[in-house]
């Protein structure tokens, strides 16, 4: 029996009892933040292509609050695309060095042009020169070409600001549930999912077996 799995803190025993997913995911996303040795922020993004075939990949979580969650990509890609085909999507975090995940289904809206300037305005120059030469998820002939382009719109943007590329943006998760799970001994998990009927209406709160 591993001992370690036995002892379970007071809040972890506690986080079951909670009524509010925003203000337990942000406590689960301190920890993480504190403990998981690398990209704590990451999550896996679910979503359909136009034929209903799932896709999912790992992206990272730039900004969280109770209007949901968001992060940047460009829109022309197949994430993008596929996203702005059903404006809908899932999450997953998993923290596997605290032996918890969070599960979030929900529709999803563009972030303001304001919030994409914001967060591109950020990013170190040279992310921002492969945001222009990046044409991602589509074929690439080579490695040169792509070192082309990046030379390309250095040389563009050599002096004074880079701009935000039309197609580079973000999205917000607004979730319709979200589930919350801690490992127990012998696969005796705690489950705990909150689920509401439209993104502003009251969340109902359910224990799952698991």
């Known amino acids: 029996m591993d001992l ?13 009892d909670r009524e509010d997913p925003f203000a337990l995911f942000g406590e689960w996303l301190k920890d993480a933040e504190a403990k998981e040795p690398n990209d704590p922020n990451a999550m896996t993004l679910a979503t359909v292509d136009e034929e209903g075939l799932p896709n999912a990949r790992m992206v990272l979580l730039k900004d969280f609050s109770e209007r949901g969650f968001v992060f940047y990509t460009n829109f022309e890609s197949q994430k993008g695309q596929e996203i702005l085909g059903t404006m809908k ?72 600001p880079v701009p935000r590329p039309p197609y580079w943006s973000g999205f917000r998760v607004l979730p319709l549930a979200i589930e919350f799970w801690h490992d127990r001994p012998f696969r005796l998990h705690d489950r705990v999912v909150f689920r509401r009927a439209a993104r502003d209406a009251v969340w109902s709160k359910a224990r799952l077996y698991p």
């Open 89 to 160: 999507a899932a999450l997953v975090f998993h923290w596997k060095s605290l032996r918890r995940q969070v599960r979030v289904r929900g529709l999803v809206e563009k972030v303001t042009a304001a919030e994409a300037d914001a967060y591109f305005n950020s990013r170190p120059r040279d992310s921002r020169i492969g945001a222009w030469a990046s044409q991602q998820s589509r074929a690439l002939e080579g490695r040169f070409a792509l070192e082309t382009a990046v030379a390309m719109y250095t040389a563009k943007h050599a002096i004074g």
């Open 4 to 16: 370690e799995r036995l002892k379970v803190t007071t809040a972890q025993q506690g986080f079951t």
